[in-house]
């Protein structure tokens, strides 16, 4: 029988940045890819099992929080995010400066409540694909994961550039903490 761990993942960042896109590319709904923006409202959950590498039956199953970026939802989002997290995801959009500088005041705030101990994260540079626009380089992106003490990962939740890899590295490093 597999041995199942269960891990409660926050996704963070400001609207506009492809939160949502993320999570449905994640859980298998990319061929979905809505070109019309539906902002979130307050808090959407869903979930997804992943097989960790080099083992023949351990399973972390991520229950994903995909919260809003509107400032309006903050103070249910605070009580929200901060009880029994394992997994965060830090997401800004690569063309956008403004979605970089405010996730650098949510990591900060939100990594001032958890031990760090116990919490895994990684920052995705979202957008990728819109080369020409770009303002914030991997390099940026790299060095903001390293203040934090996560990973960083280039994505494309349209094209689901490494959006898989991004979530199953979460699950690797998970079992590794626990």
Known sequence: MPSVLRCKCVVIGDTFT???SIVK???GSANNFSKNY???????IASKRFKISNTNDEIVEVFIYDFSGK?????????MWTSNVSLIVGVFDVTNEESFSNLQVVLSDLTKQLNPDN??????????????RRCISSKDGHQL?????MCYFDCSAKNATSIDDAFQYLANTCTDAY
């Open 18 to 20: 492809g939160k949502t």
């Open 119 to 132: 919490t895994v994260g990684i920052i995705v540079g979202n957008k990728c694909d819109i080369a020409e």
């Open 38 to 44: 539906n902002m979130t409202l307050g808090v959407e």
């Open 145 to 149: 994961s390293k203040r934090f003490k």
């Open 25 to 27: 590319s994640v859980i």
């Open 71 to 79: 400032s309006v939802y903050k103070d249910i989002i605070n009580k």
